[in-house]
T-cell receptor
């Protein structure tokens, strides 16, 4: 069974600093998708960034980028120039890429609470 | 704009009552999901549906029921059999694996 582990329950950094959130996963699949979601105090779940396992290039979205290490089964999220609005829970998630199934279930990590201090 | 609408935003339930949480989407997504989130915790899957008139139990289905009579709608009923229903409930939908999920804004259910 697939599992997703986020080893940092809580982190805090000063505004404008760079922070990296870690995520590791366990799977025997070769093709899959990985996601980072953000849940601010409003509790709305927002997709931050996605990575397709067959793509070697790390995904980037403005100040957000990932370090995807497939062999190590690691998918860390880097936030550059952190802003107060980045304060949120961050969840890492995994989805299988099974062509013979319409099952799109996401496997979730427990989350990392990120606090950006002014 | 397309999206997912959950209602109500806040819901209060008396002991022994059944309550129904609404989830409607206009994204034309086939798959829909219900998650429960307890304070400081991650998401736990209650039920999911991949197609109209079909749904599957997730990890914590006991005390909950769902229906999927229309593609756009996936209501969740919290029954009196659910002994600890106070939580935040999130509905989501998806159309492709690559796209991940789109989420509603959630319903906070409190037992009074």
């Amino acid at each position: 069974a697939q599992t997703v582990t986020q080893s940092q329950p809580e982190m805090s950094v000063q505004e404008a600093e760079t922070v990296t959130l870690s995520c590791t996963y366990d799977t025997s699949e070769s093709n899959y998708y990985l996601f980072w979601y953000k849940q601010p105090p409003s509790r709305q779940m927002i997709l931050v960034i996605r990575q397709e396992a067959y793509k070697q290039q790390n995904a980037t979205e403005n100040r957000f980028s990932v370090n995807f290490q497939k062999a190590a089964k690691s998918f860390s999220l880097k936030i550059s120039d952190s802003q107060l609005g980045d304060t949120a829970m961050y969840f890492c998630a995994f989805m299988k890429h099974s062509l013979d199934s319409s099952n799109y279930q996401l496997i979730w990590g427990a989350g990392t609470k990120l606090i950006i201090k002014p | 704009d397309g999206g997912i609408t959950q209602s109500p935003k806040y819901l209060f339930r008396k002991e022994g009552q059944n309550v129904t949480l609404s989830c409607e989407q206009n994204l034309n997504h086939d798959a829909m999901y219900w998650y429960r989130q307890d304070p400081g915790q991650g998401l736990r899957l209650i039920y999911y549906s991949q197609i109209v008139n079909d749904f599957q139990k997730g990890d914590i289905a006991e005390g909950y029921s769902v229906s999927r009579e229309k593609k756009e709608s996936f209501p969740l009923t919290v029954t009196s059999a659910q002994k600890n229903p106070t939580a935040f409930y999130l509905c989501a939908s998806s159309i492709t694996r690559r796209g991940g999920y789109t989420f509603g804004s959630g319903t906070r259910l409190t037992v009074v």
